[in-house]
């Protein structure tokens, strides 16, 4: 099982900011493929991927117990 | 470095607070950045900002620019606090304060907060106009990394 984060109109789009996700073992690509089905994502595609709040490339692996963040383009300042 | 040196808050920021973190007996000058809400952009009037981040991370990545300022401007100190929620016209949403031995660094190091704050700290902001809401993205219209995630190894900033 792993939690996924979700901020800024990717949680207004999943009417929540957390979802926990059946997932044992694979990479982001297949995580983001996993999320791209269950919900209709209009950012999905240009989100980045934090892995226990460490930014992660596609091919970085994800495990049940880790915490995933998908992170929409920030905009701070 | 004490990690209060990089903060997300929910209460009004006192600049004089963040200022006083980076006070020291062998700075030569303090440069104090401010950014606050603007009423117009373009023909749009914003009402107000909702701010929203994912704090653990986002203190990190704060941690971290101000790392990359010691790095890249030995001597300086750096002090930043970004404020979430919701915020009204004039309201002050970041404080950046970097101390350094001479005026220099302390300019630069301080655009540079800015800039990579932008890029790589998880904070989003939505705009309420008077005709609709929007979540903005990525204001440096980055919209996708070109490295494949946004670069947090102090890599060169947009200028």
Do not use: C
Request: charged residues 25%; glycine residues 6%.
């Amino acid at each position: 099982m792993i939690k996924v984060l979700l901020f800024a109109q990717l949680q207004e789009e999943a009417q929540t900011d957390v979802i926990e996700i059946d997932f044992q073992e694979g990479t982001v690509t297949e995580l983001k493929k996993i999320l791209q089905s269950q919900f209709d994502f209009s950012q999905l595609s240009e989100s980045m991927f934090a892995i226990n709040e460490a930014y992660a490339l596609e091919h970085d692996v994800v495990k049940s117990g880790d915490t995933v963040a998908v992170i929409p383009p920030v905009s701070g300042g | 470095m004490p990690s209060n040196y990089f903060e997300i808050v929910e209460d009004p920021i006192d600049t004089k607070d963040i200022i006083q973190k980076v006070e020291d007996r062998n700075a030569g000058a303090i440069t104090t950045f401010i950014g606050t809400v603007r009423e117009m952009t373009g023909e749009k009037r914003t009402i107000y900002l909702e701010y929203q981040a994912y704090k653990p991370m986002a203190e990190k990545m704060l941690e971290q620019i101000g790392q990359e300022i010691n790095d890249r401007w030995p001597g300086t100190h750096v002090a930043i606090t970004h404020r979430i929620g919701s915020l009204a016209i004039a309201d002050i949403a970041v404080v950046i304060a970097v101390s350094s031995p001479n005026r220099k660094p302390a300019y630069e190091a301080n655009e540079y907060a800015i800039e990579r704050i932008k890029q790589i700290v998880p904070i989003w902001k939505k705009e309420q106009w008077e005709d609709g809401a929007a979540w903005i993205g990525d204001q440096l219209e980055n919209v996708s990394y070109p490295t494949g995630k946004p670069e947090t190894n102090g890599g060169d900033h947009n200028d």
